[in-house]
Every structure is written in structure tokens, then in C-alpha cells.
């Protein structure tokens, strides 16, 4: 069960893993995009799932410095350099993504850009979390 109300109309197709809206009330806690390195700033792989991994981390550890977990998270957005690296990871993302945040399926948006600040960085992911009043 969701702590947040999830937004489907009942008359549309289902979604496969990301919601199309979430309603929440509570403390709201914004998370800057976080890129595929490690704590200290370094890059432990150029795989794109290798980086989504160290990315879904380290919004999992960002949310816990603001007493949140993944069940928090109303929206994410996901920036990636190459689409084509995330359609043919699918389902490898799938099992990266329950590692770090469970069942818990936000609302969710996918952009492609041509490159990222960091010239390694393949993904970055923002996130958005409330924690219920």
C-alpha cells in the first residue's frame, strides 16, 4: 500500500512502473540530480546500469539525511544521454531500480540530453520525497 495517493484514471491502460501523478501532504524534501559516482566524488564505472545503481543509491542516502526512504519519493526524473542505453536495459533496470526503491513506483519522466556537467555521468536522476504529516 501507498502512503501517497496515486493519481490513475480508472478508465486508462495501466502504467508499467512509474505512476501519472501522486497526491502527498507532509514535509516535501528536493533532491538535486545525483549522477553515477560514488561519495567521494569518483566514477566506478562507465555501464549505464553500473551508474543508475550508484545514482539510486545515493538518492537513498540523500532521502535518509531527510528522515525519508524510497516509499517518500513522489516524482523522479531521469536525465540520460543515450536513449537507446536505457530502452535495452529495461529489464536489468527493472531489478536495479526494486534494489534501491522497492515496490515503490513514483511518478516519472525520462529526458535525453546531449551531455551532462559531469562528462562521465551517463544518468542523472532527480527525485522529489514528502514525508506524510
Do not use: C
Not at 501507498?2 to 480508472?10: A, M, V, W
Request: charged share 20%.
Amino acid at each position: 500500500m501507498s502512503i501517497h495517493d496515486i493519481l490513475h484514471p480508472k478508465s486508462w491502460k495501466a502504467t508499467p512502473g512509474y505512476a501519472n501523478g501522486i497526491g502527498a501532504r507532509g514535509k516535501t524534501l528536493f533532491l538535486g540530480g545525483m549522477i553515477g559516482w560514488n561519495a567521494d566524488q569518483e566514477f566506478e564505472t562507465d555501464d549505464f546500469l553500473g551508474q543508475v545503481d550508484q545514482a539510486l543509491a545515493n538518492i537513498v542516502a540523500v532521502l535518509a539525511e531527510g528522515g525519508a526512504g524510497p516509499e517518500h519519493v513522489t516524482r523522479l526524473t531521469w536525465f540520460v544521454t543515450d536513449k537507446r542505453a536505457y530502452l535495452d536495459a529495461l529489464s536489468e533496470l527493472g531489478r536495479v531500480y526494486r534494489k534501491h526503491m522497492g515496490r515503490s513506483y513514483p511518478a516519472m519522466s525520462l529526458v535525453q540530453v546531449v551531455a551532462l556537467v559531469e562528462d562521465r555521468a551517463l544518468v542523472e536522476i532527480e527525485a522529489t520525497a514528502v514525508i506524510p504529516d
